[in-house]
């Protein structure tokens, strides 16, 4: 359950992915949210 008023109709993703795919997201994302 995702919290707040129409959550129903918010617009969310889930992707299965390999592992090897999320750890090379998660890199990707840990850099650019620390080189801003």
Same mark, same amino acid.
């Given at each position: 359950?995702?919290?707040?008023? *129409?959550?129903?109709?918010?617009?969310? #993703? #889930?992707?299965? #992915?390999?592992?090897? =795919?999320?750890?090379?997201?998660? @890199?990707? @994302?840990? *850099?650019? =949210?620390? *080189?801003?």
């Amino acid at each position: 359950e995702i919290c707040g008023v *129409n959550h129903g109709f918010m617009p969310i #993703v #889930v992707e299965a #992915v390999s592992l090897e =795919d999320y750890l090379t997201w998660l @890199k990707n @994302k840990i *850099n650019f =949210d620390f *080189n801003i």
